[in-house]
């Protein structure tokens, strides 16, 4: 089973994931893009921007705008 736990501090969110045995994406709704992602890629989505981590990433760190 999926576990994912986030975390905030200024401008930027530190995702980690455990139990991802499938590829998996988070949407940050109301936040229409972001400056990077770290371990993982963004896209803009219906409701906010789509996190997809890279293959096999425990961890995804993300930097607003």
Do not use: F
Not at 37 to 63: L, R, Y
């Amino acid at each position: 089973e999926l576990s994912v736990t986030a975390s905030r501090s200024g401008n930027v969110i530190e995702v980690k994931a455990s139990g991802a045995g499938k590829p998996w994406t988070l949407v940050l709704r109301g936040i229409g893009e972001v400056a990077s992602v770290d371990q993982g890629t963004a896209a803009s989505g219906e409701h906010g921007a789509v996190i997809t981590p890279a293959a096999g990433a425990s961890s995804v760190t993300i930097t607003l705008k």
